[in-house]
């Protein structure tokens, strides 16, 4: 009984729900500098070479959340 406890222990703390993992925060925080970057882009006139800026970093927040989750950094 107290081995299987301790089992079932270590196996919880190794991991992670609701979205709360290395790899959705990295990916979420990556999107939302894209984002804000964009919206400042499209207010300044609109400024084209921030805006594209803006959008590869969108398209990088899902490749790093992708490859982070792989790595074994995200809920499976």
Same mark, same amino acid.
């Given at each position: 009984?107290?081995?299987?406890?301790?089992?079932?222990?270590?196996?919880? %703390?190794?991991? $992670? =729900? =609701?979205?709360?993992?290395? %790899?959705?925060? *990295?990916?979420?925080?990556?999107a939302?500098?894209?984002?804000?970057?964009? *919206?400042?882009?499209? !207010?300044?006139?609109?400024?084209?070479?921030?805006?594209?800026v *803006?959008? !590869?970093?969108?398209? &990088?927040s &899902?490749?790093?959340?992708? !490859?982070?989750?792989?790595?074994? $950094?995200?809920?499976?």
């Amino acid at each position: 009984m107290i081995e299987s406890a301790d089992q079932a222990t270590r196996t919880a %703390a190794r991991e $992670y =729900h =609701h979205g709360r993992t290395p %790899a959705a925060w *990295a990916g979420s925080i990556i999107a939302a500098v894209a984002f804000t970057l964009g *919206a400042v882009a499209f !207010v300044m006139g609109p400024n084209w070479t921030l805006i594209w800026v *803006a959008a !590869v970093l969108l398209v &990088l927040s &899902l490749v790093t959340g992708g !490859v982070l989750r792989r790595m074994g $950094y995200g809920q499976s």
